[in-house]
């Protein structure tokens, strides 16, 4: 089992719909996570964190959390066609920058 | 305010060599980061620098060496080049070590023939 799965793509949706992007994680001890956007041919960028269980909100972007299904989600609301990129969901055990990556998930919101 | 920036951008090089990376954290920031990213794969971490040493570190040979610089900037070395060490080569930065938001520079893509 991979350390993190993520929800394979590519995942298509139409402009204005609700994207929903899920990460699976395999270390019970994991404390940080982390939503990060990757346009193509470009280095990763910070969307989300999250620490504790629950909903975490950011403009048009939820992160979800639960650590006893060791679950963490993204949702983007009202999708436009600048979100298209891959989302890479990051896990840390600890303090520290020791990120473990998921595959990502590529998302296309059609115009 | 500048961002986490690398140099070069791209990089050729031929199997056995040896090739040096380098990095300037954002500002603020003192602890680097290095990831491996191969083409189609999440980010791999390497290794992690602060106060100049090395911290934290994952699975990569020790073909794969760093320093950090009293000026928090940082090289990311690799000898006896593979062609699977074609990458795109990652470094990110924070505030501390304890930090654990990092920001990402845009990048050098290696690639090994």
């Known amino acids: 089992q991979k350390e993190v799965e993520q929800n394979s793509g590519p995942l298509s949706v139409p402009e204005g719909a609700i994207a929903s992007l899920n990460c699976t994680y395999s270390?019970?001890?994991?404390?940080?996570f982390f939503w990060y956007r990757q346009y193509s041919g470009k280095s990763p960028e910070l969307i989300m964190s999250?620490?504790?269980?629950g909903d975490k909100e950011d403009g048009r972007f939820t992160a979800q959390l639960n650590k006893a299904s060791q679950y963490v989600s993204l949702l983007i609301r009202d999708s436009q066609p600048s979100d298209s990129a891959t989302y890479l969901c990051?896990?840390?055990?600890?303090?520290?920058?020791?990120?473990?990556f998921g595959p990502g998930t590529r998302l296309s919101v059609l115009p | 305010d500048a961002g986490v920036t690398q140099s070069p951008t791209h990089l050729i090089k031929t199997r056995g060599q040896q090739v040096t990376l380098r990095c300037s954290p954002k500002s603020g920031h003192d602890t680097v980061s290095w990831y491996q990213q191969a083409l189609g794969q999440g980010p791999q971490f390497i290794f992690q620098y602060y106060e100049e040493e090395e911290r934290q570190r994952g699975n990569f040979p020790d073909r794969f060496s760093g320093h950090q610089f009293p000026n928090y900037s940082s090289e990311l070395n690799v000898n006896a080049l593979l062609l699977g060490d074609s990458a795109l080569y990652l470094c990110?930065?924070?505030?501390?070590?304890?930090?654990?938001?990092?920001?990402f520079g845009q990048g050098t893509r290696l690639t090994v023939v």
């Open positions: 990110a930065s924070s505030r501390s070590w304890a930090g654990t938001e990092a920001f």
């Open positions: 270390d019970r001890g994991s404390q940080s």
């Open positions: 999250i620490y504790s269980n």
């Open positions: 990051a896990v840390n055990r600890d303090y520290g920058q020791n990120f473990v």
